[in-house]
Every structure is written in C-alpha cells, then in structure tokens.
C-alpha cells in the first residue's frame, strides 16, 4: 500500500459516518487530491484538490436527510 497524504481526515470522516450510521464504510485509495462520499453510488460530498474535508458532523448529517 502507498502512503496516503490526507488518511487521517479520511479516517476521521469514515469513523464519524460508521458511529451515526451503523453502517461499515470503505476507503477506496486515489490520488490528485480528491475525496468524495458516496451512498449507493449518488455523490453526497466531493472534495477536489485545494478544497475540504467535511468538518465535524457533515458528514454523519448527510446521511441524516
């Protein structure tokens, strides 16, 4: 496995997401600075390079609505 510049917000949004839902999630590996969140395939959240990461509680409240 290679390194992974942004794995512990990554790690941190997945766990955040895992304790509100219930539901396992799964870290797919990329690169060119992108991160997105996805149910059943529809795009909740997307982060490209120089934009965020959801900060604490957006991402468990995407799967709120």
Same mark, same amino acid.
């Given at each position: $496995? #290679?390194?992974v !510049?942004? #794995?512990p917000? %990554? *790690?941190r949004v997945s766990v955040e997401i895992k304790e509100s839902t219930g539901r396992?999630?799964?870290l797919i590996g990329g690169s060119g600075?992108?991160?997105e969140i996805r149910e *059943?395939? !529809?795009l909740l959240w997307k982060k490209e390079r120089g934009g %965020?990461?959801?900060a604490d509680g957006e991402a %468990? %409240? $995407?799967f709120a609505k």
């Open positions: $496995l #290679r390194a !510049k942004h #794995r917000e %990554a *790690d396992e999630v799964k600075g992108i991160f *059943d395939g !529809k %965020a990461f959801p %468990a %409240a $995407l």
